[in-house]
């Protein structure tokens, strides 16, 4: 499965900001999703994430001033980050745990990252 994440830039203290990420290939299902930020000199770290379901996870950090959500029909999960802070300033990667078919229509399953996107919080 292929991830493409859209969205970032450059965003003032206080402002908002929507990624989004879809998904594409031969997709049977696609389970989690999730966002994940990577600031420089620091880990990878988990953002939030959203079950089929709808069931969400937040990181204490960003409970209360972001949003998960997803269209399954779509096969696209966004996030809406409000209240921005410089500490949110970060690569953005989108995550999915997913079943496709691969080769001779064979179901794989596999957990794919998107390219990143930057988020840059301006004070």
């Known amino acids: 499965v292929q991830l493409q994440a859209l969205g970032g830039g450059v965003v003032r203290a206080g402002g908002s900001a929507r990624l989004s990420c879809v998904a594409s290939?031969?997709?049977?299902?696609?389970?989690?999703m999730g966002w994940y930020r990577q600031a420089p000199g620091k880990q990878r770290e988990l953002v939030a994430s959203i079950t089929s379901g709808g069931s969400r996870n937040y990181a204490d950090s960003v409970k209360g001033r972001f949003a998960i959500s997803r269209d399954n029909a779509k096969n696209t999960v966004y996030l809406q980050m409000g209240r921005l802070r410089p500490e949110d300033t970060a690569v953005y990667y989108c995550?999915?745990?997913?079943?496709?078919?691969?080769?001779?229509?064979?179901?794989?399953?596999?957990?794919?990252w998107g390219q990143g996107t930057e988020v840059t919080v301006s004070s």
């Open positions: 290939g031969r997709i049977v299902r696609i389970d989690d």
């Open positions: 995550n999915a745990n997913s079943v496709s078919l691969g080769p001779e229509d064979v179901m794989v399953a596999a957990r794919d």
